[in-house]
Nanobody, 124 residues
Framework: QVQLVESGGGLVQAGGSLRLSCAASGRTFSSYAMGWFRQAPGKEREFVAAISFNGGTTYYADSVKGRFTASRDNAKNTVYLEMNSLKPEDTAVYYC?????????????????WGQGTQVTVSS
């Protein structure tokens, strides 16, 4: 069982930066592949980024590639999403999720545990 708590969201101007954190409970955090997803108002939740269990590999949605960076610190049971050059279209609730599937996981149904989400609002 893993519990996930996101933080770091907020209001930022276009072009600004935010760093989201996702703190996990449980001793087996390092066994999980982690992902970030987002849901904008009126839209379905979509994949943003994935990071392997040891942080060695990452994968990003085309819409955030080159602007967002996922990382993790297994000693702190925490995964991060560094977001730069933010755009108004990045406005959404951001969720982190944990999966026991080996590798990079981009499909929502393959994630077993989800956080409650943190709001990111980018003003123009």
């Amino acid at each position: 069982q893993v519990q996930l708590v996101e933080s770091g969201g907020g209001l930022v101007q276009a072009g600004g930066s935010l760093r989201l954190s996702c703190a996990a409970s449980g001793r087996t955090f390092s066994s999980y592949a982690m992902g970030w997803f987002r849901q904008a108002p009126g839209k379905e939740r979509e994949f943003v980024a994935a990071i392997s269990f040891n942080g060695g590999t990452t994968y990003y949605a085309d819409s955030v590639k080159g602007r967002f960076t996922a990382s993790r610190d297994n000693a702190k049971n925490t995964v991060y999403l560094e977001m730069n050059s933010l755009k108004p279209e990045d406005t959404a609730v951001y969720y982190c999720a944990a999966s026991l599937i080996v590798g990079l996981v981009t499909i929502q149904s393959e994630y077993s545990y989800w956080g409650q989400g943190t709001q990111v609002t980018v003003s123009s």
